[in-house]
């Protein structure tokens, strides 16, 4: 019943101070939106980046690296005669890094309903020959279709057109900085030379950037035929599959059960880029730290307009008391004062904050490594809109309290026997 | 008399501010319905002292104080809000209205506080106030736009909102004119009178206090002497 009449009280208050208390709510538009815009910045970019290298790196790879057998012929031998082997410089055969069934493990992992598709690649070393000169390179062979679907492979093609792969025989989709340092471009014939010491001759269809500087000049793309072709190998031969799952968080659990089943080497995403997750969280920390120095800085403003208006208002405080308002009724009165210049400014920031950044969002951004991206990253996320909410009607609260709880403390005797 | 409606038992009070001085020794009285009482003493004689502890606003003191028979002695500072609420209307020297409020929103402050009322009974009662007082025409008026005489009965309006019990007054009077006095004197006299509430006025103003149905002299906090006038 009381409530209404207190608000009432708050509000005649705050016109008393109007111009002070617009500087104080304006003190919490500011940094609810520089609070919204820094987020939003920063999360974009950091979904950007993230995206760099995780949109492109398979959820679990399955490979096979070569060693030696755990099993000796030996010990299968005289396995039960009472004997222990020592065996001295275990060398592994000479074999390619394979998987062993590939169509039928290819075929299973497809059928598994946590999975978003998987990509077969053949990852082999080879020499790009420039007259006399030679260069180390890696090539893979890649199924053109799902390398496009999964990894965004289309988005990395600068120059040609990745479909080159699938229509023209013998083609290669050079990384730009290896063509630059061929001097060579689409529609050039390069010269390689394979593992296995064969010089073969490939026709560029197209080129690619990743924006990994050191991945550019080595890294090349071919058809997966042409690649097994390049080894010698029958087109059974996969040294990976690249697993996309639905979901990102699973890709451990999903590594481990299929280094069980299909006995492979699985590298699970967050295995192989743990400081990447490192990076981003920094970032992260970073934009809440300033966003919440931001607000408690703004809410020194309303502590400070607060308690120059307990002072002003000395006389209303105490014959509000000698009337018969309680000093609960007084303190509320004050907080509903603070609670208002929070609420104000806080939806005024946030209105302010997703203006600012949709204008962030038009800036024009040109990366030569991301050519995806035209403009600045925003991250229009709701969380960040109701944690500014929050956090500037919680600031605002706290900064109230102790001026309220001063006010309601006020003794009316001094006052009114002060005159 | 019957039950009075304010009694104070062995009031004592110290200040121990910045030496222990004992302000009010011992002051025992009682205060019946439509009696109009006056608190007359120099200056430091401990008249306001005496008040606000009768007012209930002060609860630092020793002994007992009675309102309408409760004892207000351990009742919490929100019980006591109720009670000034409810039970007091107090004037102060001071006009002490809120300059935001208009004069009607002034003087249905404190029954908008006790909630007894809907705003509009409120409204029409707070109209009867103003109109008793002669000042119904300013209602719709702010404060600072009134005379110190009519800003003084506009705080005597406030003090009679809730039709509290007893009225009490710090000099009412102490800042108007003769003719301004003479009113608020006319308007109190009515109280006790028509409305039979209980007056306890402390005043420096002889001629004022010579008017008042019982006269309470004080001096260095104690109650010298006390004089009736039998009602005329």
Known sequence: MTMPLLIDVALSLLRARGRQTLVAATGVTFSVTMFIALLSFMSGLNQMLDGLVLYRTPHVRLYNELKPASRQPIDRYTRHRRQHNFIRSIKPRRELPRIRNSAAVMAAIRRDPRVRGVAPKVQTQVFYNVGTLTLNGTISGIEVEQEAALFAFADYVVAGHYQGLRTVPNSIVLGKGAADLMLVGVGDVVQLTTSRGEQVQLKVVGLFQSGLLDIDKVQSYTSLATAQKLLGESNTYVTDLQVKLHDLAQAPAVAREYRRLYEVQALDIQTANAEFETGTFIRTLISYAVGITLLTVAGFGIYNILNMMIYEKMDTIAILKAVGFSGRDVRRVFLLVAAAIGVFGGVVGLLCGLSLSAVIGQLPFEATSLPAVHTYPIDYNPAFYLIGGVFSLATSLLAGYFPARKASRIDPVIIIRGK | ?232
């Open chain 2, 1 to 232: 008399m019957s039950t009075p409606i304010l009694e104070a038992r062995n009031i004592t009070k110290y200040f121990a501010d910045p030496v222990r001085v004992q302000v009010l020794r011992d002051i025992s009285f009682g205060l019946g319905r439509g009696e109009f009482a006056s608190i007359v003493g120099k200056s430091g004689c401990g008249k306001s002292t005496l008040l606000y502890i009768l007012s209930t606003m002060d609860t630092d003191y020793e002994g007992t104080l009675l309102l309408d028979g409760a004892v207000m002695g351990g009742k919490t500072e929100a019980e006591l809000a109720r009670v000034r609420n409810e039970q007091i209307g107090f004037v102060f020297q001071f006009h002490y209205l809120l300059n935001e409020f208009s004069v009607l929103r002034n003087v249905m402050l404190p029954g908008q506080k006790l909630g007894r009322l809907s705003p509009q009974e409120l409204e029409h009662r707070a109209y009867e106030k103003l109109r008793l007082l002669g000042i119904a025409d300013e209602a719709r008026k702010m404060p600072y736009q009134l005379s110190g005489g009519q800003k003084q009965r506009v705080a005597i309006a406030r003090a009679l909102i809730n039709d509290p019990l007893i009225i009490m007054g710090d000099e009412p009077t102490g800042n108007l004119d003769k003719k301004n006095s003479g009113v608020v004197f006319d308007i109190f006299q009515e109280l006790a009178q028509a409305h039979q509430q209980a007056l306890l006025i402390v005043t420096h103003d002889p001629a004022f206090a010579a008017k008042t149905h019982r006269i309470i002299e004080m001096e260095d906090g104690r109650i010298m002497r006390e004089a009736s006038r039998p009602n005329s």
